[in-house]
């Protein structure tokens, strides 16, 4: 099956960006975690991370009939972006939202997530292990079986 991961502004910052609530592994660290679980669970992985609103739109409309999954941080985006809810929805491929911090337990503005409205689950507070609940999740989602 093929799955899409998409990360919003600033996780690219990750190992940099306020380590006390997003840990120390890196970006870079991220992906070849992502891609360590996606090739031993056999998912054809494709991953994509922006700062752009639009970029986020864009790559979501492009998925269309080509991915079997989304997984999505949209990071702050989740708390703004209709334009990513309505394409999420456009495309209707399931999706999966990840957070890597516990966004339930920080401030009012982040109580709101808008490409929640279009996900089957979400993940938050797991750091890097959220991505694997959510490809697992996905996998069994999509294809079904064991
Ligand atoms: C985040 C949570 C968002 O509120 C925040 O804007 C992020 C990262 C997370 O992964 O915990 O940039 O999506």
Known sequence: M?????NGPNINMLGIREKDVYGNGSYVELLAFIE???AENDIDV???QSNHEGAIVDVIQQAYAKFDGIVINPAAYTHTSIAIL???KAV???????????VAKREAFRQ???????AVKTFMGLGFEGYKEALLFLKQYVVGGN
Do not use: Q, W
């Open 2 to 6: 093929r799955i899409l991961v998409i």
């Open 36 to 38: 360590k679980v996606c």
């Open 46 to 48: 494709h991953l994509f």
């Open 86 to 88: 309505d394409a999420l």
């Open 92 to 102: 209707a491929i399931p999706t999966v939202e990840v957070h890597l911090s516990n």
């Open 112 to 118: 709101v997530s808008y490409a929640g409205m279009a």
